[in-house]
């Protein structure tokens, strides 16, 4: 048996009618009375359950009657009348809610709120993707599903919920970008994938600030089966983004990934080249035996805090004198390194923060690590890129930058029109 509404003594009853309630009252009535009823929130004949399923049947009989132009009892001027009603069982955030839906004579009306064949409402899956967007394998989702709305939920079913975004996914990795972004960052996450056999891939990520500084990733791209990043790979993945819209770039900050710089020069040939100084850094540390770590990171922070790249020469030279004898190969990966990674030297320290880490992108990519760690290896590349395609659109609030735009950005903006002036096209 399902509670209903008016089945709750009237102490208990939320009140509803009148101004819009508070929907925060509202829900401790709700838990209030189930608890002294000993009614169940979710599952068969839970009061939110019954609640749902007034308020959707209420929805029906509205629709209906504007469908018809008249309600219960009026005369027809049309000659279509209710014609009784047929029941009908959907999930719903609350889970299973079986329904009357009403019916019409004329078999024409064809209601919004609970449209024909549907058996989910859109909260239902919206629900399945946010639990997979955090991790959750289909099973776990299935399981939680039945053990959180007492519905059984098949993985098949999970599985073709997620699969609905795939179309989603391509619109999104090639619609239209803007002309200029003052800053690109460029990282990449490596994912196990069955090709054939399971190897590692690594997967591109790229993310743009915008003149307006809002952080938005640009795409995604799996890199091939059998090897073949560098040059040509860049140059395919800066293609696909210059042909979507980006014109210019003014700074691209990346991890020294072999190739790139030459295909990011060849692409926007006036775009700057930033190495990141903190990948930089990690890289240093792995020709380096571990009791050394804190001593070379304490000198590498004096080259890469340096006022100037006078002050940053002077101060490498000092490190490359004390650890060249020992550690070649790690000075020899900061000689090689030292033309990209001067650049972020000429500028004030907001935007030094903002270049010479791809921590935008680095934040991102433990968001995707997260979302694939229970699932050991993924089947097909297009099943690796819906996940991390559902990472990127589950947005996360941040309590102390809540509308994600780059802080104290109108400033960072000021000094970057100073340095390249009309390339930001700032209208």
């Not at 001027?77 to 959907?90: E, F, I």
Request: charged share 25%.
């Amino acid at each position: 048996m399902t509670t209903k509404i008016a089945d709750v003594p009237d102490d208990d009853r939320p009140d509803v009618a009148g101004a819009a309630p508070d929907l925060s009252a509202l829900a401790e009535q709700l838990v209030a009375a189930s608890r002294r009823q000993g009614v169940d929130l979710t599952g068969p004949g839970g009061l939110l359950t019954g609640l749902t399923k007034q308020v959707l049947e209420t929805a029906l009989d509205v629709e209906l009657a504007d469908h018809l132009g008249h309600d219960r009892g009026e005369r027809s001027g049309s000659g279509n009348v209710r014609n009784g009603s047929s029941a009908k069982t959907v999930r719903t955030d609350v889970g299973e809610v079986r329904l009357s839906v009403p019916r019409d004579r004329a078999g024409s009306f064809s209601p919004v709120v609970v449209p024909k064949h549907a058996r989910r409402l859109a909260g239902f899956d919206d629900a399945v993707l946010s639990l997979y967007a955090k991790g959750m394998t289909t099973g776990d989702i299935a399981n939680h599903l039945a053990d959180i709305y007492g519905t059984e939920v098949s993985r098949d079913l999970v599985s073709r919920v997620t699969d609905a975004v795939i179309e989603d996914m391509q619109q999104w990795q090639s619609r239209p970008l803007d002309a200029v972004y003052p800053i690109v960052l460029i990282d990449a996450i490596v994912l196990k994938i069955r090709d054939g056999q399971v190897r590692n891939r690594p997967v591109y990520v790229a993310m743009g600030i915008s003149v307006d500084g809002e952080r938005d990733v640009l795409g995604l791209w799996a890199a091939p089966g059998g090897g073949g990043e560098g040059a040509k790979q860049w140059m395919s993945m800066l293609t696909e983004l210059r042909n979507r819209g980006i014109a210019d770039v003014c700074i691209v900050c990346c991890d020294g990934l072999k190739g790139l710089p030459d295909a990011i020069a060849a692409t926007w040939p006036l775009a700057t080249v930033q190495t990141c100084v903190v990948h930089l850094v990690r890289s240093s540390l792995r020709y380096a035996s571990k009791a050394d770590w804190a001593k070379i990171a304490a000198q590498l922070k004096t080259v890469y805090t340096a006022a100037t790249v006078a002050t940053a020469e002077q101060r490498f030279a000092e490190f490359a004198e004390t650890w060249r004898g020992k550690y070649p190969a790690m000075i020899g990966t900061w000689e090689r390194s030292w033309p990209e990674f001067v650049p972020f030297l000429d500028f004030p320290l907001p935007i030094r923060k903002l270049i010479y880490t791809t921590n935008g992108i680095e934040s991102l990519n433990s968001r995707f690590r997260q979302a694939v760690r229970r699932r050991g290896h993924f089947p097909t590349e297009q099943a690796a890129m819906k996940i991390l395609y559902l990472t990127v659109r589950e947005r996360r609030p941040n309590r102390s930058n809540p509308t994600g735009r780059i802080t104290a950005w109108k400033s960072i903006l000021n000094t970057l029109a100073i340095t390249y002036g009309e390339r930001l096209n700032i209208n």
